[in-house]
């Protein structure tokens, strides 16, 4: 069952793709859990959930107790010692709830230590990705922010394929060239590029110049029919079929790339 990360700028529609390639696994009878792991946290509007059941997914950063319970962590205290691999393996499915087909469970974000913070929220988070890269019988489709943050060394393996999403513009690419550079250095092998907003061959054509070398695995066209999706809090994959068939191409793009 395939492990895929997706990330890229801000706004270029990373979001879009998840709830996509999991409807489209989905579709193909897989077992699919989608992680949204990105701070934005929007992942449940993409696959039409109302604002009320959206909020009611907690991301699992804000969760104290149960940091501080897995963790060991003593609550109110700086520093200190705590479990950098707390018990996680039942938290899929009992923090997640299934929607359309597809399990959701939001991450979160940590607020405190900056970046890569050594910290019980990173060492939760960090684990529970970990848990879920290594799941043999389950498709993860993982939202993630323009990094990697998520990832580490000994994880970066289990990841199947990593995807820059990118739109036709200079700052999209230089954003997706020191992702590359991140991800290469932890040790991801498999990045690829999918190109989102595109308006015609012209479009296409630009990004794949300036691709740097990375395969394309195809492009998602410039929709209206996303944007009415968005406005008015439908799934995408049930407003924009012309994205549902482009998504399917990347699927079978992804699968060729998995044998070459």
């Known amino acids: 069952m395939p492990k895929i990360a997706v990330t890229g700028k801000g706004g270029v529609g990373k ?16 077992d699919v859990i989608a992680i949204d792991a990105d701070p934005a ?15 009611a997914l907690k991301p699992i950063a804000d969760m104290e107790d149960l940091i501080y319970e897995r963790t060991g962590a003593q609550k109110g205290t700086v520093g200190g010692w705590f479990k950098l691999n707390p018990k996680v393996d039942d938290i899929p499915e ?8 597809v399990r959701l469970l939001r991450l979160g974000t940590v607020r405190t230590g900056g970046a ?3 910290c019980p929220e990173n060492a939760l988070l960090k684990a529970l990705v970990t848990h879920l890269l290594l799941r043999k019988d389950q498709t993860l489709i993982l939202d993630m922010e323009a990094g990697i943050e998520h990832l580490g060394r000994g994880t970066a393996g289990a990841v199947d394929a990593f995807i820059i999403v990118v739109e036709p513009g200079l700052r999209s690419l230089g954003t997706a060239e020191q992702i590359r550079y991140l991800a290469s250095e932890i ?9 989102n907003k595109v308006r015609g061959p012209q479009d296409e054509e630009f990004i794949r ?6 395969p394309v695995l195809g492009a998602l066209p410039f929709s209206a029919d996303a944007v009415a999706a968005d406005q008015g809090g439908i799934a995408v994959f049930d407003q924009a079929p012309a994205l549902v068939a482009a998504a399917e191409k990347i699927v079978a793009g992804l699968e060729e790339a998995a044998l070459a």
Not at 94 to 101: D, E, I
Not at 187 to 195: W, Y
């Open 209 to 214: 110049s300036h691709a740097g070398g990375l």
């Open 116 to 118: 890569g913070c050594l």
């Open 15 to 30: 979001t879009t793709l998840t709830a996509l390639l999991s409807h489209v696994y989905k579709e193909r009878g897989h």
């Open 187 to 195: 040790g991801v092998s498999r990045i690829f590029l999918v190109a």
């Open 41 to 55: 946290g929007n992942l449940g509007l993409a696959f039409g959930l109302s604002a009320q059941m959206d909020a």
């Open 94 to 101: 009992n923090l997640s709830f299934t929607h359309r087909g």
